[in-house]
């Protein structure tokens, strides 16, 4: 199965500020899915990734929030953007390089906005 | 639209002992049916999964899941527990074409000496 190396692991950041979250995966996949996981919660996908077009977000989700790159089949990058306390969560990115694989997630990034 | 229930938020079991995670889910067509674990402070790992062909899934560490259609469930087994297997178990559906997964909330295993 594929492996996804996202970047970076955790993070402090301080609130009206930016960060950006990058995932690398070893094959080449179609489509790529960034999810959030708010503390003692379960996943709730943010957006769907797919190369050369703009991303689809859930409701809920804006692009100004959460911009989201995708410039090849193999990686991506999500932002959070003018970050407040609330979203201090994991985010994890993930993708199903193949039908029957399952899907394989990034180690995931714990941002903490202080 | 999909969903996935997880009725059980904690479960405590003594090491040695069997276990069963519970998984009910939502969902029109045939499902692709996934259990991941996540220990403290890492990403999912991927235990299992269905698509199709025999209800009785093998997974890694010694888990199995019985899908049962009748039933909209999707339970995770192990015959005997290990204290490692303390973490937190999600099941999640998704469908066919690279669609995006809908987790339950998670199941908490406690595993007790």
């Known amino acids: 199965s594929a492996v996804i190396s996202q970047k970076p692991s955790r993070d402090i950041c301080q609130r009206g500020t930016s960060l950006t979250i990058q995932c690398q995966v070893d094959?080449?996949?179609?489509?790529m899915f960034w999810y959030r996981q708010q503390p003692g919660q379960s996943l709730t996908l943010i957006a769907t990734?797919?190369?050369?077009?703009?991303?689809?977000?859930e409701s809920g989700f804006v692009i100004d929030k959460f911009p989201i790159s995708r410039p090849n089949l193999t990686f991506s990058t999500l932002t959070v953007s003018n970050m407040s306390p609330e979203d201090s969560s994991i985010y994890l990115c993930?993708?199903?390089?193949?039908?029957?694989?399952?899907?394989?997630f990034g180690s995931g990034t714990r941002l903490t906005v202080v | 639209a999909q969903s996935v229930t997880q009725p059980d938020i904690h479960i405590t079991v003594s090491e040695g002992a069997s276990l069963e995670l519970r998984c009910n889910y939502s969902?029109?067509?045939?499902?692709?049916l996934f259990w991941y674990v996540q220990s403290p402070g890492q990403g999912l790992q991927l235990l299992l999964k269905?698509?199709?062909?025999?209800?009785l899934v093998q997974g890694i560490k010694g888990f199995e899941a019985e899908f049962k259609r009748s039933q909209s469930s999707f339970n995770l087994r192990k015959p005997s527990v290990h204290w490692s297997d303390a973490a937190e178990y999600f099941c999640?559906?998704?469908?066919?074409?690279?669609?995006?997964?809908?987790f339950g909330t998670g199941t908490r295993l406690l595993v007790s000496p």
């Open positions: 993930s993708a199903d390089p193949s039908p029957g694989d399952g899907y394989t």
């Open positions: 094959s080449q996949v179609t489509m």
């Open positions: 990734a797919n190369q050369g077009s703009e991303a689809t977000y």
């Open positions: 969902y029109g067509a045939t499902p692709y």
């Open positions: 269905y698509f199709s062909g025999d209800t």
């Open positions: 999640a559906v998704g469908a066919a074409g690279f669609q995006k997964l809908v």
